[in-house]
């Protein structure tokens, strides 16, 4: 049985999916969304703006959220719906402005469980590449910002990096394409610049 998981993966063409964090906030969304955050697997060949799409389309009367911070209580029991979209797409930190609301897109990035195989030379690159984004439970990505008074001279003196690691209820992918982030971590450092 194995030895036919292994053939597949060896001799099929492969994408690797972009992954997707969603956050929805406000008392108008469904018990079981209400609050929540998850971590989504796109279709095959999605990219940002069709996945921004279909979830807009999905809850009409979402509004994007125009900040990445996590929202304080006041939007938490808020009578509306918050939509709040995060983004893997490689190490980029994107921006993209939709009428009045300012959507904040973050790289989420796969962290991988089963590093002992990715660390093999032996192991063929198909077989690393399934590995990176297959039975995965933990995502990151990370927020750049300006701890105390920016530098004119040097803007990267006050430059900080907030990491956010998310852990998720179960693997992606699974039984569904979605699951919700059961819990998140959150470091910051400095952001070191060496003067060649």
Same mark, same amino acid.
């Given at each position: 049985?194995?030895?036919? &998981?292994?053939?597949?993966?060896?001799? =099929? @063409? !492969?994408?690797?999916? $972009? #992954?997707?964090?969603?956050?929805?906030?406000?008392?108008?969304?469904?018990?079981?969304?209400?609050?929540?955050?998850?971590?989504?697997?796109?279709?095959? &060949?999605?990219?940002?703006?069709?996945? =921004? @799409? !279909?979830?807009?389309? $999905? #809850?009409?009367?979402?509004?994007?959220?125009?900040?990445?911070?996590?929202?304080?209580?006041?939007?938490?029991?808020?009578?509306?719906?918050?939509?709040?979209?995060?983004?893997?797409?490689?190490?980029?930190?994107?921006?993209?402005?939709?009428?009045?609301?300012?959507?904040?897109?973050?790289?989420?990035?796969?962290?991988?469980?089963?590093?002992?195989?990715?660390?093999?030379?032996?192991?063929?690159?198909?077989?690393?590449?399934?590995?990176?984004?297959?039975?995965?439970?933990?995502?990151?990505?990370?927020?750049?910002?300006?701890?105390?008074?920016?530098?004119?001279?040097?803007?990267?003196?006050?430059?900080?990096?907030?990491?956010?690691?998310?852990?998720?209820?179960?693997?992606?992918?699974?039984?569904?394409?979605?699951?919700?982030?059961?819990?998140?971590?959150?470091?910051?450092?400095?952001?070191?610049?060496?003067?060649?």
């Amino acid at each position: 049985m194995e030895a036919t &998981y292994y053939d597949n993966i060896m001799e =099929q @063409q !492969r994408l690797e999916p $972009e #992954f997707f964090r969603v956050g929805f906030y406000g008392r108008k969304f469904p018990f079981f969304l209400r609050n929540k955050e998850y971590v989504c697997r796109g279709h095959d &060949y999605e990219r940002l703006e069709a996945f =921004q @799409q !279909r979830m807009l389309s $999905e #809850f009409p009367q979402a509004i994007a959220m125009q900040h990445p911070n996590h929202p304080d209580d006041s939007i938490l029991q808020c009578d509306a719906q918050f939509v709040e979209l995060l983004y893997n797409c490689g190490s980029e930190f994107l921006s993209s402005h939709w009428r009045c609301a300012d959507l904040q897109i973050y790289a989420v990035t796969p962290i991988p469980d089963n590093i002992d195989v990715l660390q093999m030379d032996r192991v063929p690159d198909r077989i690393k590449s399934f590995y990176r984004v297959n039975n995965i439970r933990k995502f990151r990505y990370d927020r750049p910002f300006h701890k105390g008074p920016k530098d004119k001279d040097n803007e990267f003196k006050s430059l900080w990096i907030e990491r956010t690691t998310l852990t998720l209820t179960h693997s992606l992918p699974g039984i569904s394409r979605w699951f919700e982030v059961e819990r998140r971590e959150l470091v910051t450092f400095i952001v070191l610049i060496a003067e060649v």
